[in-house]
């Protein structure tokens, strides 16, 4: 494809992206929001627990939260243990004020993985549907003739694509849909985060940019991307300015993909 008709496809695809962010959230957004702010942020030292116990772990909550969100513990699992800190009264009043003191301790108690309940299901994040043909492939092509190495991993601590630098990971079981997206994802990552201008930028605005590529390259090649860009993007609290400011660097790398990816004529006359 001409770089003429990429770039009109990108441009054309970004103004209904900054319709959406300016919408605001969506409510597949705010359901999600709110069932995920249930769940505790755990230290590095406990997510190091639940990993090695638990290598596939997505949500992980206690008991009685996961009965608060309408689902119950199965039958014969297996808790995946952590610590939590906990103050206990000291015997003796401090000497000097005469108050009673606490003291830190820890102990050990148990969480569960969303894949060891049943009931209710929890509100989704908006996904990207439909067919991306042989145009899969293409991405791939292009990220080998990028030098860029691509793997895939059963697991990847919740995660669905990781960017290092000269190296892709995907979670292996993806949807053909997904896989696209978060290919394109992480190929934006690739092409615009890990040179000099890195160190110029926020994680908001990382993931802003590579998300918005991803947005542009899936809707070019005809899938049903939906709120999930918008919602994404809101997720890492970028909003129209951030994608604004971060304008060009969008266009380019998405219309230097969609001109490797979108070769058929079909595309082209969309354009």
Not at 69 to 85: D, T, W, Y
Not at 180 to 194: D, N, Y
Not at 237 to 243: A, E, R
Not at 248 to 262: G, L, N, S
């Amino acid at each position: 494809m001409k770089a003429e008709q990429a770039k009109k496809l990108a441009d054309n695809a970004l103004d209904t992206l900054a319709a959406a962010l300016k919408a605001g959230k969506s409510e597949s957004l705010t359901a999600y929001l709110a069932a995920m702010g249930r769940f505790h942020a755990y230290s590095w030292g406990n997510v190091m627990l639940i990993v090695s116990q638990k290598p596939d772990a997505t949500h992980v909550a206690g008991f009685q939260t996961w009965k608060s969100l309408g689902r119950f513990v199965k039958k014969g699992e297996h808790g995946i243990v952590i610590i939590a800190p906990m103050l206990i009264k000291a015997k003796e009043r401090a000497a000097d004020s005469g108050e009673e003191q606490k003291l830190l301790r820890f102990k050990a108690v148990y969480v569960f993985d969303v894949s060891q309940t049943d009931g209710e299901p929890l509100a989704e994040f908006a996904q990207v549907s439909g067919d991306p043909r042989e145009h899969t492939d293409r991405l791939k092509d292009f990220v080998a003739s990028r030098g860029i190495t691509l793997e895939y991993a059963e697991h990847l601590a919740g995660a669905k694509g990781r960017s290092f630098g000269g190296r892709i990971q995907l979670l292996s079981g993806m949807t053909p849909a997904e896989e696209f997206s978060v290919l394109a994802h992480e190929v934006a990552h690739e092409l615009l985060h890990h040179g000099e201008r890195r160190s110029e930028t926020s994680k908001m605005i990382r993931e802003t940019e590579a998300e918005a590529v991803a947005f542009v390259v899936s809707q070019a090649i005809g899938l049903e991307v939906g709120t999930h860009a918008a919602d994404y993007i809101q997720l890492y609290d970028g909003n129209t300015d951030t994608l604004a400011e971060s304008l060009e660097f969008i266009q380019k790398t998405a219309a230097t993909i969609i001109a490797a990816v979108a070769a058929d004529e079909s595309l082209a006359e969309a354009a």
